[in-house]
């Protein structure tokens, strides 16, 4: 079966990975690979901390692709002979102040709930295992289940183990017969055929000719690379999220020393690097571990995370030769295993009774369909404002 697969983001790329493991024969479509949202992901695996309300369905997604992690890591890093970062060092989440300790009990009663391990723990013990965690830190959430891993280690492995399968040039259009997609159209002019077309363009599915409309938002971040300088290193041994203020930051700290400062989140369209938003990031960081801005600023990546309406995935057949994967909003990287495992047995008709009940509904695009004509409907929630992954 010859599959091309349109985008070589996280989500093409593991598709591609799990349509090769079948023995499908795959081409990989993309100007940039692993240049989108993939390239500025910080990489949280967060499952408990990343329920929120008002999102359940999403909520047992994460736990399944959890749950693939440790083996999908290790099937890549063995067939690429690269390390991807992968950390399976716990998470602590802390509270700025009593208000957001506040907020933060709330939430480990929902964590609880859904099945996640979470504990509370005070100021002083948090500090006993990060002693970098400032003085005003009056409470944190203990989360063992909580990894990371390097996107771009992980997308470059990837790239790297496909091996000559890529075209480096954008998809401009499907071609279809009959009802039917039999191939892409490619910029270049070219076109390829196929038995079967994957869209996996990320927040860029739309501007593809020929892909139904999907409703799609692009929710922009920021987000920046530090290292600490030699004397304080290693300033932190595991992912620090919290709340300053009722806003959500994070600091990552890699195996290799990187550390990671996430995310803004806004959807004002703007695709350049905001000042008051790096601004914003350095200051409540700052309040969580007062160091960090000791640290050396090594990148600083601006992306539009793929937002659906309701913050799940959009995946599934749009026509017999077709199937849609995107709409992995702020989790992308922690869905890889699970989206790149479902999306290709749904290009070769494989048993899907692994996913969690109910998933081909929960992920279909056909949920938005009164919702698809030419104008989508917006975003059914907003984003509270601050830092997300
Ligand atoms: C700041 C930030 C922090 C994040 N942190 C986390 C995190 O900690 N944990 C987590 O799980 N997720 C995180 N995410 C979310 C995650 O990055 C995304 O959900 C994920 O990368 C989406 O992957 P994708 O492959 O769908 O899209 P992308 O990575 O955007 O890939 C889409 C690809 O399609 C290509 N493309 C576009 N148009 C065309 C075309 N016409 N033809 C061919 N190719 C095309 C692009 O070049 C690109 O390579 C974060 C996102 C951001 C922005």
Same mark, same amino acid.
């Given at each position: ?64 692709? =959890? ?10 890093? =063995? ?110 002019? =070219? ?31 920021e ?41 803004t989140?806004r959807?004002d369209?703007r695709?350049g690097t905001s000042a008051g938003g790096v601004h914003q990031l350095l200051r ?89 004509? =030419? ?10 404002a601050?830092?997300?992954?």
């Open positions: 079966m010859h599959v091309v697969v349109i985008g070589a983001g996280i989500i093409g790329l593991s598709t591609a990975w799990n349509l090769r493991a079948r023995g499908a024969d795959v081409t990989l479509i993309d100007p940039a690979p692993a240049a989108g949202a993939s390239h500025a992901a910080a990489g949280m695996l967060a499952p408990a901390a990343e329920v929120v309300w008002g999102q359940s369905p999403l909520y047992p997604l994460m736990r399944a692709s =959890s749950e693939l992690y440790p083996d999908f890591a290790a099937e890549v890093a =063995s067939a690429s002979g690269r390390d991807l970062g992968y950390s399976t060092a716990e998470t602590l989440v802390c509270a700025g102040d009593r208000a957001d300790l506040a907020t933060l009990r709330e939430l480990i009663e929902l964590q609880s709930a859904n099945g996640f391990e979470v504990s509370l723990m005070t100021g002083s013990a948090a500090r006993d295992l990060e002693p970098s965690l400032a003085p005003g830190v009056c409470g944190a959430v203990r989360i063992p289940g909580d990894h990371s891993i390097d996107p771009r280690r992980l997308t470059s492995a990837l790239v790297s183990v496909l091996g000559d399968v890529h075209v480096r040039s954008a998809a401009s259009a499907l071609v279809r017969e009959d009802g039917r997609t039999v191939g892409v159209a490619l910029e270049d002019g =070219s076109s390829v055929r196929a038995e079967h077309v994957v869209v996996a363009a990320g927040a860029a599915c739309n501007a593809i000719g020929g892909v139904p409309d999907l409703p799609l938002r692009e929710v922009w971040g987000v920046i690379r530090l290292r600490a300088p030699a004397h304080l290193a290693p300033l932190l041994t595991r992912t620090v999220r919290g709340l300053v203020a009722g806003r959500p930051v994070y600091v990552v700290a890699r195996p290799d020393g990187e550390l990671v400062l996430g995310a989140s959807e369209g695709s409540d960081a700052e309040r969580l571990v007062p160091s960090i801005l000791e640290c050396e600023i090594t990148d600083i990546t601006t992306r539009a995370r793929p937002g659906s309406p309701d913050d799940v995935p959009i995946i599934g057949r749009v026509d017999d030769g077709c199937v849609v994967s995107t709409g992995f909003f702020r989790h992308g990287i922690l869905l890889a295993p699970f989206g790149g495992r479902l999306t290709a047995d749904l290009v070769t008709g494989a048993d899907t009774s692994w996913a969690p009940p109910g998933t081909l509904d929960v992920v279909s695009p056909a949920r938005f369909a009164p919702h698809t004509d =030419s104008h989508p409907q917006p975003a059914s929630h907003h984003q509270p601050g830092s997300h992954p």
